[in-house]
């Protein structure tokens, strides 16, 4: 079983920046790729971005190309979301997820992921 946690979520003003972290309980090496969700309420689950099982391969979305980076590092088996030039429209509550052992695509599809973390929340404000 894999366990996650997501951490960094916090209020800032539009324009600012916010760096989410996601912990995995896997020690070593990772093989299987992670993702970045989040839901604002009363809205559908939307992917953020995804990040394959070394890193080399990663995809987001339109919504937040160009202002959203994802990261890995293995070796501390954790995943990160650099946000900047943050707008009131990504307010939600950000998930990390998790494929299964030997997932090592990307991925933007909810089911693909086996593993979530509880969310974190991000606030930006006008």
């Known amino acids: 079983q894999v366990q996650v946690a997501e951490s960094g979520g916090g209020l800032v003003t539009a324009g600012g920046s916010l760096r989410l972290s996601c912990a995995a309980s896997q020690r070593g090496r990772s093989w299987n790729a992670m993702g970045w969700f989040r839901q604002a309420p009363g809205k559908e689950r939307e992917f953020v971005a995804s990040i394959s099982w070394n890193g080399a391969q990663t995809i987001d979305a339109d919504s937040v190309r160009g202002r959203f980076t994802i990261s890995r590092d293995n070796a501390k088996n954790t995943v990160y979301l650099q946000m900047n030039s943050l707008k009131p429209e990504d307010t939600g509550l950000y998930y990390c997820?998790?494929?299964?052992?030997?997932?090592?695509?990307?991925?933007?599809?909810?089911?693909?992921?086996?593993?979530w973390g509880q969310g974190t929340q991000v606030t930006v404000s006008s």
């Open positions: 997820a998790a494929r299964r052992f030997a997932d090592w695509a990307i991925s933007s599809t909810i089911s693909d992921y086996a593993y």
